[in-house]
T-cell receptor, first 114, second 113 residues
């Protein structure tokens, strides 16, 4: 079945630094990938839709200069959290939809900013 | 607007059946999904149903869709402790690959020995 690989699974960084999270579709091409943030009460918040070869579409309230998304190829999208602060600590999940299949998710990245 | 609602908690005994319910508001929904999330992990697609279907069964899982009432349910037969997780209901407005999903808050299923 369709597999989405997300790395790293956990990262701890210092406040003020940047962190890059990668999301790869391993056995299919994904023109569109989605980035979510999951809050402690479980709800998933869609942050942005990543489009291959063009700018990402951000949801209302999400700072595009803080959460940089690059979708340079059909199998890779990256999310960079710039100048991270403790309030950015969260669980970030990417997803993509393979043709003829449901939305497949990465295993998530637990970001802790100290 | 678009909305998906689920009860937040469900507790069952091992071996019993679990039924997780979900309601949605978008009548144009084409696909409806059930995802499972184990602690600290990503989301795993359990099953999905197309809007022109009433029921879909896959081993221990049975999905029922009442399109008139916009109600979706997931039944897990012979629930095991390994089924303890959060179950998310999600809807997709159409079949396009670039359409975002609308999510429920998730139902925490606790299976007691």
């Amino acid at each position: 079945g369709a597999v989405v690989s997300q790395h790293p699974s956990r990262v701890i960084c210092k406040s003020g630094t940047s962190v890059k999270i990668e999301c790869r579709s391993l056995d299919f091409q994904a023109t569109t990938m989605f980035w979510y943030r999951q809050f402690p009460k479980k709800s998933l918040m869609l942050m942005a839709t990543s489009n291959e070869g063009s700018k990402a579409t951000y949801e209302q309230g999400v700072e595009k200069d803080k959460f940089l998304i690059n979708h340079a190829s059909l199998t890779l999208s990256t999310l960079t959290v710039t100048s991270a602060h403790p309030e950015d600590s969260s669980f970030y999940i990417c997803s993509a939809r393979a043709p003829g299949s449901g939305y497949t998710f990465g295993s998530g990245t637990r970001l802790t900013v100290v | 607007g678009e909305d998906v609602e689920q009860s937040l908690f469900l507790s069952v005994r091992e071996g019993d059946s679990s039924v997780i319910n979900c309601t949605y508001t978008d009548s144009s929904s084409t696909y409806l999904y059930w995802y499972k999330q184990e602690p600290g992990a990503g989301l795993q697609l359990l099953t999905y149903i197309f809007s022109n279907m009433d029921m879909k069964q896959d081993q221990r899982l049975t999905v029922l869709l009442n399109k008139k009432d916009k109600h979706l349910s997931l039944r897990i037969a012979d629930t095991q402790t390994g089924d303890s997780a959060i179950y998310f209901c999600a809807e997709s407005p159409n079949a396009g690959n670039n359409r975002k999903l609308i999510w429920g808050l998730g139902t925490s299923l606790a299976v007691n020995p």
